[in-house]
């Protein structure tokens, strides 16, 4: 393996290391305003706030997707290299596409995940619970 082969290896793991944590750090988020909201929601005995803190879980979930399916194109870019299958210092991407985003978006991971922040924030809003 070449030394350019090597170097654009680290830096395509930097870039994939990157999303991973960003995408931690939005599930951190995402979770916090979720609860801050629900909870000021009950305090205030305001069933329609409670809905509101759907919006930014749908927001971060939509967000966490595109990180999560970007870094699913640098994972096939850093094994395609790693083949020397690409070439080294390539890691312009094209644009995400409709489908890579929602198969991302209904991953299990993130699926089951901001489905049961909305499921709990859609009950609390009806006042089901």
């Given at each position: ?69 970007r870094e699913h194109e640098y994972r096939r870019r ?52």
């Amino acid at each position: 393996m070449s030394e350019k082969q090597l170097k654009s290896l680290e830096l395509l793991q930097g870039i994939i290391s990157r999303l991973s944590g960003h995408g931690f750090l939005l599930k951190g988020w995402a979770v916090t305003l979720t609860v801050g909201l629900l909870t000021f929601a009950g305090a205030t005995g305001q069933t329609r706030l409670a809905a509101l803190a759907g919006v930014p879980t749908l927001m971060f979930w939509m967000l966490n997707a595109y990180f999560l399916a970007r870094e699913h194109e640098y994972r096939r870019r850093f094994e395609a290299l790693r083949l020397g299958r690409a070439e080294p210092f390539d890691f312009q991407l094209q644009p995400l596409d409709a489908r890579s985003w929602a198969r991302a978006m209904f991953s299990r991971t993130l699926g089951l995940f901001y489905g049961l922040l909305v499921a709990v924030t859609l009950l609390l809003a009806m006042d089901v619970v």
